[in-house]
Structures are given as structure tokens and as C-alpha cells.
């Protein structure tokens, strides 16, 4: 079992920057894939990037690579995703989750946090 608190959303003008971190407890989070997606409303869950166990391997989506970054500090149990250059389209509830293996369907995570909400103004 894992459990995932989200933190660090806000209010940014667009093209500033903030950085999500997702703190983790459970006594394996540190052999877990985490991944970051984010929902807008009216919209579907979207897929954004995802880190396996040791940070050796990342993957993310099209729409978000080259400004967002997803890391991991097994140590603080806690995984990151720097968001930069935002833009007012970014305006979303960021979740972040986790699931025990690497590769295999971009959605399937078996544990999830709560959401939190990144607004960006234009």
C-alpha cells in the first residue's frame, strides 16, 4: 500500500514556473514507478511523464516535454515535476500515482493522491 500527498500548486502567471512534489509513504514506494498526470475541467485525465524506481528511466508526453521534468528522491520519498513556461492551457488538478511496474498501458496506476490545482493566468 502507498499513499501519495500532492503539494506545491498555486497561481502562476503564465510562463513562470512552479515545482510539484509528491510525498510518499509506504514501506516500498522506493521499488515503485510514479508518474504525474493532470486533469483540466471538462476534460479527461491526462498523462504527463513518469519515473522508474532509480530515476534511470523517465517518460513523458508529447505535449509537456522539454518544459516539464519529472525526479525522484528516494531518500525523502518524494517525487518532483518541475513545471516551466507555463501557459494559461496548463490550468489543471495535477495528481500524481503509482503502480509497481515499468512499461505496460501510460494510465495504469494503482494508487493515487488527491490533486493539486495549478492555475496559470494569461
Known amino acids: 500500500q502507498v499513499q501519495l500527498v500532492e503539494s506545491g500548486g498555486g497561481l502562476v502567471q503564465a510562463g513562470g514556473s512552479l515545482r510539484l512534489s509528491c510525498a510518499a509513504s509506504g514501506r516500498t514506494y522506493n521499488t515503485y514507478v510514479m508518474g504525474w498526470f493532470r486533469q483540466a475541467p471538462g476534460k479527461a485525465r491526462e498523462f504527463l511523464a513518469a519515473?522508474?524506481?532509480?530515476?534511470?528511466?523517465?517518460d513523458y508526453a508529447d505535449s509537456v516535454k522539454g518544459r516539464f521534468t519529472i525526479s525522484r528522491d528516494n531518500a525523502k520519498n518524494t517525487v518532483y515535476l518541475q513545471l516551466n513556461s507555463l501557459k494559461p492551457e496548463d490550468t489543471a488538478v495535477y495528481y500524481c500515482?503509482?503502480?509497481?511496474?515499468?512499461?505496460?498501458?501510460?494510465?495504469?496506476?494503482?494508487?493515487w493522491g488527491q490533486g493539486t490545482q495549478v492555475t496559470v493566468s494569461s
Open positions: 500515482a503509482a503502480r509497481s511496474r515499468w512499461g505496460g498501458l501510460r494510465d495504469e496506476y494503482a494508487y
Open positions: 519515473i522508474n524506481w532509480n530515476g534511470g528511466s523517465t
